[in-house]
Structure formats: structure tokens, C-alpha cells
């Protein structure tokens, strides 16, 4: 093995004469050789004109039997014949092509074309009839063949063929041409009638505005209603979901130009109802300009409490735990002019959504929706039976092993006070102190019989809530300033004495 490597330049300076590669093309390019070209053949008479026919067949049959899949060598073969004038071989060779490769689209409109272009039109329709029989889902042979039968004023046989080319339903661009056609000579009639069939095969929204605006041109204002009323109920018969914006701002838009308003309000209405905000955005927006052109003040109003709303639903659909979102949307409802029963039925899809834990953490928003629909059901719509049932099924739902909340007790038996059910007030407090005996309860139980001044229920109060809680400072320091304020120091005295007998106990004196 050589290990010397490779030779090492010695002099590595810059050539004297320096070469560009453009001048090495430019060499390249002057010093290429002549293509061979093939010499130019006169023919002289008949007999030469035969013996070059012949070579020249041999030289595709010759072809055509090494590849005979070769479609491109077919077209070519049949296109030299043409040129020779030999209709009936070119066409030979065209079915013996298609023989092989009866799908192939391009060589059935070569051999349609040649047809055409050599004026054998009846002979064009027979292969454009078996074309369309062999390849109905081709659209490009469909419109090829009513081309030329309207190219010779054929209208009969151009609707015939749009016809047996509708029976296969194809694309909306197809039905459309076939209108075009019912258009161009004048027959609005059957222009409709395709309309009504196009619209079952292909029911989008698009397509029924197509329809009305045909009709706009052309028929009646009565015909463009029918349409747009038929289009609505056929699609909410398939589901609210297949309700389209467009198609609704679009019958709005035509009621506003004919100084119909008040059906264009209420058909925006119905869109912003129905439709979720997602599908809804250039809704909004049109019905606003809208009622800036032609509306007041309130329908301004309505159109923002509508954006509102949508914006609301999305978040709480998404997110049925998101507490503030529902807190937003309840004092939206309320303020705006919806009726009772639409805010009580807010409000219990609202409390609907329990929280998924029994972890306080989690039920401290929560339990201010309950507070919030009792408190609207009693100062708003003043059924006091409702906003009791509220506060009793919010406290049968928390569960009071784990937890309890003493603020609603304590709201309950406010409200059962105002009610001038003082019996029902004690009773529930009493039955939250045997429940779960918490600090607070026993505060805001003491603090209401302190406001009625039943002072010895507050005494009986203070020693059960020292029963339970004897290490609880405060407490004892509420109890004696009770004493002392109804005037009784040596009762105070001897509960600071007893307090300060405890261990634990801080009065800080």
C-alpha cells in the first residue's frame, strides 16, 4: 500500500493566463457539431406516394407491437392517417385503441374531435352516446357533448343530453350550466324547475340563494320568499346545525330592500337565537348595521345583549365550571328585559353544574350562584316560596360531613325572620349547630338573637358554644362583655375567672 498520499503541488500560484468558465460554454457551444436532420422526401407520383404510405404504417404497426399500451403512439398513428385523408383507417386505428384502453378520456376526445373537425356530426354523437354510457362520472365528455349539440343549434337534443346527464347528480357547476342554458333562450319555466331538483340533490345554502336571486330577475316577490322559506324549513328539518348564516342574512338583506323591516329584524332575531356564536359572527355584524340604518335604540341595545349572550354561552359550554362567566351572564339577563322565567331557567342551568369534588375550595364561587338566585327570586320577583325552596335545596345539596357554609344557613334564617317565621329561623340554626357546631355559626346565631335581645338564649348559646369550643378565646371574651353590658360584673368576673382556669385559653389581660 502506498502510504506517500497524494502529490503536493509545489507551485501554487496563479496561472498567467486565466480562463472563465463563460468562456469555456462560449467554446463549447461555437465548436459544437451539426444535428443530423432528416432529409426532405419529394414525392413524385402515385406509386411513391403509396410505397412512403406503406413504410410509414409498417414503421407504427412495428411500434404499436413492441408497446402496445402506448396510447400516445395510437393517437399519433391515427393523427398521420387523417392527414393522409384515410378517414376509415384513422378511425380503424381509433377503435382498435380504444379496444385496449376503453377509459382513457383524452382518446376518446381526440377521436370525438377528429369527427368534428371533419364535419361527421352524426358520427361524433354515437361516440360521444357511448363515451358518456361507458364514463357517466366524467364531467368534461358531458360538457363536450351538450357543447356542440348547442354549437348546432340543437337545443332539444342539448336539453336531452343535460337530462340523461342530470339522472347521474352530478356536480353543482353541472346544474348550473343547465340553467345557464333554460336562461339563454328564454325559458325561466323550466330554468325553475331545475332549480327545484338541483336544491334536493345538493341542499346547500349557497345554491337556494342562487335560486332566489333567480328569482329576483325573474319571477316574483312571492317566488323569492317561497324560496327562502322553503330553504329554511328543509334545512331545520335536517337539524338547527345545517342553518346557515348566509342564508339567512341573505333573505334579511332582500326583506330590507323591500322596506320589509320588521320580517328582516325578526328573521336576524331567529339566526342569532338559533345559531351559535362561531357560526353567527358576520350575523352579528349585518344585523348591526341593520339597526344602526334602520332601527332605534332598542334594537341597538338588543343587538349587544344578542353578541352578549353568544359570547356567554360559548364560554360556559365550553367551561361549564366557570363560575364568573355564569356570574357575568345572570347580571346580563337580569338587567336586560328577559322575562322571569327565562332568569330562573338560567339560573338552574347554572347551579346544574355542581363542582366535581367535595373539596371546599372548589364550592366557594359555587355556592353564590344558589345565594344569588334566592336572593333575585325574593327582592326581584317576589315569589317567597321559590327563594325558600332555593335555600332549602342548596342546603340539602352541600354535603355538611365535609363541609358546610355557614353564611347560608344564616341568610335562610334571615329570610325566614323577614317571612315573620321566627320558629322555622331557630329551628334551621339549631339544626346547623347539630350538623356542624363551626365557630361561625354560633357568631351569627349569637348576633341575630342579640338584635331580637333575647339575652338568655344568647347565655345558652355562649355556654354551648364554650362546650364545644372551651379553648376558644374570644369567645369568653364575648360572653363576659355580654354579662357586663346587661350589667352583671360578677357574672363576668366569674366567666373571665373560669376562662383563665382552662389551659390554653389567652384573654390577653
Known sequence: MDERGPPKVKNKAAAPLQIT????????????????????????????????????????????????????????????????????????????????????????????ESEIKNRNVNHARNLFDRAVTLLPRVDKLWYKYVSMEETLTNVPGTRTVFERWMEWEPEPQAWQSYINLEKRYGEYDRARAIFERFTVVHPQSEYWIKWARFEDDYGSPENVREVYATAVDSLRAAGDEFVDEKLLGSWAKWEARQKNFEKARELYKFGLDTLSRAKSMRLYNEYSAFEKQF???????????????????????????????WFDYLAMSEESAQTSEEVRELYERAIANVPPTQEKRHWRRYIFLWIRYAIYEELTTKDFEQARDVYKACLKLIPHKQFTFAKIWYMYACFEIRRNNLPIARKQLGMALGMCPKPKLFKDYIDLEMKLREFDRCRKLYEKFLQVYPKYSQAWLDYAELEQMLGDEERAGAILQLAMSIPGVNLGL
Open 21 to 112: 468558465a463563460e468562456q469555456i460554454l462560449r467554446e463549447a457551444y461555437e465548436r459544437r457539431e451539426p444535428s443530423l436532420q432528416v432529409p426532405k422526401q419529394r414525392i413524385a407520383d402515385l406509386e411513391e406516394l403509396h410505397e412512403f404510405q406503406g413504410r410509414k404504417r409498417k414503421e407504427y404497426e412495428d411500434a404499436l407491437r413492441r408497446n402496445r399500451l402506448n396510447i400516445h403512439q395510437w393517437i399519433r398513428y391515427a393523427q398521420w392517417e387523417l392527414e393522409q385523408k384515410e378517414y376509415a383507417r384513422a378511425r380503424s386505428i381509433f377503435e382498435r385503441a380504444l379496444e385496449i384502453e376503453p377509459t382513457d378520456v383524452p382518446l376518446w376526445l381526440r377521436y370525438i
Open 295 to 325: 332601527g332605534d335604540r332598542e334594537g341597538i341595545e338588543d343587538v349587544i345583549f344578542k353578541k352578549r349572550r353568544a359570547e356567554y354561552e360559548e364560554k360556559v359550554v365550553e367551561n361549564p365550571q366557570n363560575y364568573d362567566a
